[in-house]
């Protein structure tokens, strides 16, 4: 077997500078910060000691990375755990972390890892390939309680150590976005004790991991809070401070209030908060005391997504005409204040892999009325709602959790727009959604998405066979599935990004997704914040942060 060698600034699907910078001008806001950084705030130097108070959106639930996708427990797990690699959120390039270099294989089977020397976990093991070994095939034993890492690992076939600093992971199959995976947090390396301890006991808190710091405590509906390492030396190639983090503590405290979290940053009573309301923008960039941090994400843009398998969305027409049926514009300037960008494609185009495919999120609400005359919704209720020859309305339901949220507005004035087509969008808000790994769920629409800095992204959302992940599980495209497989088999960047438009354009032709907006990570930081930074996927990196009194 050929090996090609590939030494730090390996290049994956790069997506230029510009596109990563902040999308202000875009979506009609001055919300970047005062240094101009789109992905850092920062100012005068460095002072160390202090804790930093920061309002989590929602409770993590859980502090293991590898257990759980949701971007709160992966921003937990970036403080606690380190990756093999990382990934530079400017050019899209894979740099080394834990492993100074790699080589990847022509068939892209076999990953060999060349690891550091110098890393120790926070119980005092050392990091070695054992360690890197032991992490896969725990997240093999946990399977689908691992659902994002365990398809970052399909076809897993074994890891060799070659020496105590080497190991070689290879697939039964072309596995070519792992190198990529290897910079998440999913994949985020755990102590080898760790790794054989109950997931409930890591999850709640019995975990260590090589990171700048190790977990205090986590107290369900409360907080984390994380206590700086003092021996750490080994920080990410995105961090200017390589030493211990500057921060004695961050005391992450669950605010899930879009008002109260604001308010706790006005009144002084946190540090910093994420997820800044698009609503208080304007509000929060005119205070001399604060600062705004907003990054694009390389995401799926936020969706619907219709359930193929509900009977009144099985025809590809139906699908198109609420795509149609749905005027973007209006939902940004209406419910986000214009702070967000119109989707233009499956991906927002912080994504590597991104295709322009604007032209077909037009609004047409006549060509939507048209499509669905033709798939046999002909007749139009006295409620102004369409009916077929069987007399079944054109009723879809979407479940969600919580009322009064931007989120539910967004659905209410999508309802609007949909019954003037005829459709009538049946709002149920939950106090807890059904599983969302179950094959089918019992309503007909979601709303879902996932970051990630590779376009491998579509498979995870979009396929078939990725049962544990994917809305639109068991859907019987096999051209899509072959389209998705096919960004398995080959690390060229311009191939895959061919595969990859290809699939975009016949996921929006088949009405797979009806893409709305592209989400932005925004952060509220006080001005005596200095060195808040975020990764690719809009993570904070706390070990740069620092606080003056």
């Not at 949701?70 to 755990?81: A, D, K, N, P, W």
């Not at 997240?139 to 365990?150: D, E, N, S, T, Y």
């Not at 503590?249 to 309301?277: F, H, K, W, Y």
Request: net charge neutral; charged share 25%; proline share 6%.
């Amino acid at each position: 077997m050929h090996i090609r060698s590939f030494r730090p600034r390996w290049r994956v699907l790069i997506v230029p500078a510009a596109v990563l910078s902040l999308a202000a001008a875009s979506c009609g806001t001055g919300s970047q910060n005062t240094s101009g950084d789109a992905r850092s705030a920062s100012a005068t130097e460095p002072v160390r000691g202090g804790t930093l108070k920061y309002a989590l959106a929602s409770d993590p639930e859980c502090v293991d990375p590898q257990q759980k996708p949701q971007i709160s427990v992966r921003m937990i797990g970036r403080q606690l755990t380190d990756s093999l690699t990382e990934q530079d959120p400017e050019t899209g390039e894979i740099l080394p972390w834990l492993a100074t270099s790699w080589e990847v294989s022509e068939d892209a089977r076999r990953f060999t890892f060349h690891l550091r020397k110098d890393v120790t976990f926070s119980d005092g093991t050392p990091f070695d390939a054992e360690a890197v070994k032991a992490n896969f095939e725990r997240i093999l034993r946990l399977g689908a309680g691992a659902p994002q890492a365990i398809g970052f690992i399909a076809g897993y076939k074994g890891t060799t150590i070659v020496d105590k600093y080497t190991a070689e992971v290879d697939f039964e199959k072309p596995n070519a976005q792992f190198l990529q995976a290897s910079a998440t947090q999913s994949l985020g390396i755990l102590s080898p004790k760790t790794v054989t301890k109950d997931p409930k006991a890591v999850c709640l808190g019995d975990i260590s991991g090589t990171g700048p710091f190790t977990l205090e405590r986590y107290t369900p509906q409360q907080g984390v809070v994380l206590k700086r390492r003092d021996d750490y030396a080994w920080a990410s190639p995105l961090a200017k401070n390589k030493g211990a983090a500057y921060l004695d503590r961050v005391d992450l405290r669950i605010i899930p209030e879009n008002g109260v979290r604001t308010g706790s940053l006005s009144s002084g009573q946190v540090d910093a908060i994420e997820t800044v309301p698009t609503a208080d923008v304007a509000t929060l960039e005119k205070n001399p005391g604060f600062s705004l941090l907003s990054a694009p994400l390389p995401a799926i843009s936020i969706p619907y997504i219709p359930h193929v398998y509900s009977p009144r969305l099985r025809d590809a027409r139906v699908r198109r005409a609420l795509s149609l049926g749905l005027n973007r514009q209006e939902i940004v300037n209406a419910i986000y204040a214009g702070v967000y960008p119109v989707a233009t494609g499956v991906l927002t185009k912080a994504n590597p892999g991104y295709a322009n495919l604007g032209d077909n999120l037009s609004y047409d609400p006549d060509q939507a009325v048209r499509l669905l005359e033709e798939a046999g919704w002909t007749k139009v209720g006295k409620d102004g709602i369409r009916v077929n020859a069987k007399g079944e309305r054109l009723s879809l339901e979407i479940q969600y959790v919580g009322t009064g949220t931007p989120a539910e507005q967004m659905h209410q004035l999508v309802q609007q727009q949909w019954k003037k087509i005829g459709v009538d969008f049946v709002l149920k808000p939950q106090k807890q959604l059904p599983d969302l790994t179950r094959d089918k769920l019992p309503y007909d629409i979601s709303t879902w998405s996932q970051t990630r800095g590779d376009v491998d992204v579509l498979r995870t959302v979009y396929s078939s066979f990725f049962s544990n992940m994917s809305m639109l599980y068991g859907h019987p495209d096999k051209a899509l599935d072959q389209l998705l497989t096919g960004l398995q088999t080959t690390i060229d960047t311009q191939h895959r990004n061919e595969i990859a438009a290809k699939a975009q354009a016949r996921i929006l032709d088949q009405g797979y997704a009806i893409p709305v907006y592209d989400l932005l990570a925004i952060f509220g930081i006080s001005k005596r914040v200095g060195g808040f930074k975020v990764d690719t996927d809009g993570k904070p990196i706390f070990n740069d942060a620092w606080k003056r009194s």
